[in-house]
């Protein structure tokens, strides 16, 4: 008989290894070109594409490794090719992707005597991400010119599985008297038959006290794991009554199978075997209700328009230590990232992909700023009005600028910082029509000192679009950390109220020290695609209407040239720690100095107009910031950041300037130093 001494204290369904939700789908990948080059000369070109993925998976370091080839399809620079690819589409990793597209011109096995058309590199997850899950970019060849060749068409399909609930109430009618001085404490346990017919256990459900008449609460469960999409399986469903001091006891038990339970004609008998005759039938099992239910997929949800926003906040609490010192968690070496950078680029760079603005809200906590408060929810660029940076690359550069104006304080508070992200989050998905999910990614360095308050926030939040991300850098104690995360126990505060669903994954910085940065992104995500389904779920919403996206030309991105790009970095950095004065002085040397170079040239006149005696007014900011709490920077500073982040931004998208940017250096002795 069944051992469950803990039954009667916890009145609560139990699936057992319930994964409702796959994390990863297996996706259909559909190639079209459009306006290709023609590389021959009495007919069109007969375009073949090779795809590649990256080789070893979800590394920053690897190698092109080849998937497959299309067909080739003769003179047509509009070619739709038939043959598709599938793959593994995984949320939580980065998944390359790179399209080389040929012009066959022979049957040989080479490719070096065909004319190279142009490729180009994506990943998987900016594919699914896009609207429609379809993608358009353009292919280039740089061996011959950095101008557009054409146009290729990227979209996924999920494959369909059946990925079905069941949902199904029990209630037992007249069960037999078990215990000598009360009637029986009654719950029920379905099993499965397997291969070798033997029977599985796959849920236990809630036990009702003395009562034998019990009516359960409905239970719902992947049709694939009650009878692994097979109806007709043998499954048995055993009833027990429930003992505090000795083992159950089995009340009865019935065999049957999954198309009887969505179509009962008649109560099902319980048999106990072991009973005399004439007393084995113990009671009878009716099913009350039954039906399928659609569970649908993360892929499908951003199909039909569903956004993800990231929202992203970082410790500067003083047990950081002193940024200017190697020691601290917030030092910068030349040339590297420091652990909070590295928890940013790894996480920022996956939701990216599914953000469709780019504009991330960014916020820190625990610093001391220039008004003389100490502030546990402020925004990291420094205007409290707009705190969103574009993109990955805004965000660390707010970050380090945020170092040179915010000391490092105190305490460890998390609770403003759920309480903003839950204002972000209220105003998404609150209806059928408007589907929108947040991240909060949160970095920090130690214990929380408002634990209670954190939990409320958590709470509350369990019923909002909106998962927690937690990374702990550093080596300080995190036990108190896993209290968050609720994979063992649901969150619960000290008023009794419980989460409504799981919403937190804590990762230490410290266990992928000696990994990939992808491996953080892959630990810290694997869990988001299963938290947005349940909580459409619970909230009864399913996908929109798949997004039908038209065939249109993108803009064409324009490749630098090196030199330009060279020499707009060095005055991007020299920009920031310069003043007003200085500022103006170089930038009219420069103009003379690089009036030969034209675009640079150009791209200055458009930016900084040439009066140099009209100084900004920073009037309606100052009241701005002192509504806040805050205090305007100084001019120099704030007029440096200004040109910065449009220099930045004219710059933006381009390839050469983000590793450029990676690879910087400051000179010798030039060290930036931080306050504190």
């Not at 796959?202 to 469960?221: A, D, G």
Request: charged share 15%; proline share 5%.
């Amino acid at each position: 008989m069944l051992n469950n001494q803990n039954a009667g204290y916890h009145n609560q369904q139990t699936s057992l290894n319930n994964n409702s939700v796959k994390l990863t789908s297996r996706v259909e990948l559909h190639i079209s070109a459009r306006n290709l080059a023609n590389t021959d000369i009495l007919s069109k070109s007969d375009p073949r594409v090779l795809v590649y993925t990256a080789f070893p998976p979800n590394s920053p370091s690897y190698t092109w490794k080849l998937l497959g080839e299309t067909e080739t399809i003769r003179n047509n620079l509009n070619p739709n090719f038939s043959k598709t690819f599938v793959l593994d589409y995984c949320f939580e990793e980065v998944q390359h992707l790179r399209f080389a597209i040929y012009d066959i011109d022979n049957n040989t096995a080479t490719l070096d005597d065909d004319d190279f058309i142009g490729d180009t590199q994506t990943t998987l997850g900016e594919i699914c991400g896009s609207r429609g899950q379809k993608l358009i970019k353009h292919v280039f060849n740089h061996r011959k010119s950095n101008f557009s060749r054409g146009q290729i068409i990227l979209q996924v399909e999920e494959i369909t599985q059946n990925n079905d609930d069941i949902e199904i109430q029990f209630q037992g009618v007249n069960l037999a008297k078990m215990d000598f001085f009360g009637k029986s404490d009654p719950y029920f346990v379905i099993q499965r038959s397997s291969e070798d017919s033997s029977f599985l256990s796959v849920y236990k459900s809630e036990t009702i006290m003395s009562n034998l008449n019990p009516l359960w609460q409905p239970l719902r469960m992947p049709i694939a794991k009650l009878c692994n999409g097979d109806l007709q399986r043998a499954l048995k469903i055993q009833v027990y009554d429930w003992d505090k001091y000795s083992d159950d006891d089995l009340i009865g038990e019935v065999e049957t199978n999954t198309e009887f339970l969505l179509k009962p004609t008649y109560p099902l008998k319980l048999i106990n075997k072991a009973r005399k005759p004439g007393k084995q039938n113990t009671g009878d099992l009716v099913v009350k209700g039954s039906k399928l239910l659609k569970n649908y997929s993360f892929l499908e949800f951003l199909g039909g328009g569903m956004t993800m926003s990231l929202i992203v906040a970082v410790d500067f609490t003083a047990s950081n230590g002193d940024p200017n010192t190697p020691t601290s968690l917030h030092f910068n070496r030349a040339g590297t990232m420091n652990q909070y950078e590295s928890a940013i680029r790894a996480v920022g760079q996956i939701l990216a992909e599914y953000d469709h603005d780019k504009q991330f809200p960014t916020f820190g906590f625990g610093g001391f700023l220039p008004s003389g408060q100490t502030s546990h929810c402020f925004a990291l660029n420094g205007n409290p009005q707009q705190p969103e940076c574009n993109g990955v690359e805004g965000i660390l550069q707010a970050y380090r600028q945020a170092l040179f104006n915010v000391r490092l304080s105190g305490p460890t508070h998390f609770s403003q910082i759920l309480q903003t992200a839950s204002s972000y989050a209220s105003r998404g998905v609150n209806n059928q029509q408007r589907q929108e999910y947040f991240v909060l990614l949160i970095i920090t360095d130690g214990q929380i000192n408002d634990m209670d308050a954190t939990i409320e926030q958590l709470v509350a939040a369990s019923s909002l679009p909106l998962s927690v991300v937690i990374v702990g850098v550093g080596n300080a104690d995190f036990s108190s950390m896993s209290v968050l995360d609720g994979d063992d126990a649901r969150l619960r505060t000290r008023y009794g109220q419980y989460a409504q669903r799981d919403i937190v994954q804590f990762v230490p910085f410290n266990k992928f020290t000696n990994l990939p940065f992808t491996a953080l992104a892959k630990e810290t995500l694997a869990e988001i695609p299963q938290q947005v389904c349940e909580f459409m779920r619970l909230k009864g919403i399913t996908p929109g209407k798949k997004i039908v996206t038209e065939e249109y030309i993108p803009p064409e991105q324009q490749i630098p040239n090196p030199n330009v790009v060279n020499q707009m970095l060095l005055i991007q950095m020299l920009l920031i720690q310069m003043s007003q004065t200085q500022i103006n002085k170089c930038i009219q040397m420069l103009l003379i100095q690089m009036y030969k170079i034209k675009p640079l040239y150009n791209r200055i006149i458009n930016k900084y107009p040439c009066n140099m005696n009209q100084q900004p007014n920073y009037q309606q900011n100052n009241m701005n910031y002192q509504q806040n709490h805050q205090q305007v920077p100084p001019q120099s500073y704030q007029n440096n950041q200004q040109h910065y982040q449009q220099n930045m931004n004219s710059a933006q998208n381009t390839q050469q300037i983000n590793s450029n940017q990676q690879n910087y250096q400051f000179p010798p002795n030039q060290q930036p130093q931080y306050r504190i």
